[in-house]
């Protein structure tokens, strides 16, 4: 399983942000969307992620609050990314390793989506739910030959 089968579901809604934006204006966005992660372009190019993480240790050295803070201060500029052609197992290994819950998906320069830790998860599971209910549905099927005691050898 690749990126793009998490993309094709998930669809391509996209949340961007400004670098130089008020990071409350993000907040907002990100509240009222419910999301947990905003994408940083700068003229059309990807520069960083701003997701919950950043905006909590932001507002705990500022005091518990978020004050006149700009975006650029506090994001991510070096997010993980993938490809849509990315195997899951991969993007799975990248994420822990770096404890990331979000990973935008480039295309050469073109943002693509974002993909989280759990749409990783999710396809995952699904993924292995439709191979058990394969299993299941193909054991059950098997040919059982009618007698059993004809088939057995004659000593």
Known sequence: MKVVDI???KGGTLFT???DQALKDALDVMAERDIG???V???GDLVGMLTFREVIQAVVKNGGAVG???????MDDHPLTCTPETEIDEVRRMMLGRHARYMPVMNGRTLMGVISFYDVAKAV???Q???NRMLKAYIRDWPVEENAAEAEPKL
């Not at 006149?68 to 506090?74: A, G, K, L, P």
């Open 7 to 9: 993309l094709r579901v």
């Open 17 to 19: 942000v400004a670098p």
């Open 37 to 39: 992660s905003l994408v």
């Open 41 to 43: 372009m700068e003229h």
């Open 68 to 74: 006149t803070t700009v975006v650029r201060t506090v």
């Open 125 to 127: 599971v699904d993924s």
């Open 129 to 131: 739910d439709f191979e």
